[in-house]
């Protein structure tokens, strides 16, 4: 697999991590139970940091062989 592709691979895996932050953000808003918001968003709070990693990785896999790309340190050894 090409860096190319796995690109397209985390952008298709942020855009599901999106869809369901949307689905979870939707219940949230309509429910009334604190326990369970409690868990709507403790979910939602780490799917966000996956779909924000998902976008870095895509972004990076990417634009790696482009010159003058500065890399994210988090993602660089």
């Not at 953000?25 to 709507?40: A, K, M, V």
């Not at 403790?42 to 996956?50: G, P, Q």
């Amino acid at each position: 697999m090409t860096l190319a592709e796995l690109s397209l691979e985390y952008r298709a895996h942020a855009h599901a991590l999106h869809l369901r932050i949307c689905q979870l953000q939707y219940l949230l808003d309509r429910s009334e139970d604190p326990d369970r918001r409690c868990q709507l968003q403790e979910r939602i709070r780490m799917l966000s940091t996956m779909l924000r990693e998902a976008r870095e990785l895509a972004v990076l896999t990417e634009r790696y062989y482009d010159r003058g790309y500065r890399r994210n340190a988090k993602y660089t050894i």
